[in-house]
């Protein structure tokens, strides 16, 4: 399952982020039959406006087994990275959207996309 990280402090390095998100998916303590997951990618997103020249940084994390990586975003809300709060959710596949618009889980509705961005992954 993929995990998104909204607004990731600038000053973030992916190795941090991965450090964190891996405490978050370990077991607290040992038990002989029990395993934590696996953190199979850790990306930061870097998004640039171009029509205001505002930026943002977001964490991509994909972690496995699903049951571990729902254990992980209750444990990373609320974490702090570099003095910031973070909070983090189920991603949501937005590729398909019409019109600018989708449904989204539990009848929220998204709003339209912003144009003219540049995105850079690392």
Request: hydrophobic share 40%; proline share 5%; aromatic share 6%.
């Amino acid at each position: 399952m993929k995990i998104f990280i909204p607004h990731v402090p600038a000053a973030a390095k992916r190795q941090e982020l991965l450090s964190l998100v891996q405490d978050a998916v370990q077991p607290k303590w040992f038990l002989p039959f029990s395993k934590g997951g696996t953190v199979a990618k850790c990306n930061l997103i870097r998004i640039l406006d171009m029509d205001t020249g505002n930026v943002e940084y977001h964490g991509l994390v994909e972690v496995y087994p699903e049951q571990t990586a729902e254990k992980a975003i209750r444990s990373l809300a609320g974490k702090q990275l570099n003095g910031y709060r973070l909070s983090a959710r189920k991603w949501v596949d937005r590729t398909l959207m019409v019109a600018g618009r989708k449904n989204l889980p539990d009848g929220q509705i998204a709003c339209k996309r912003r144009r003219n961005l540049e995105i850079s992954i690392s």
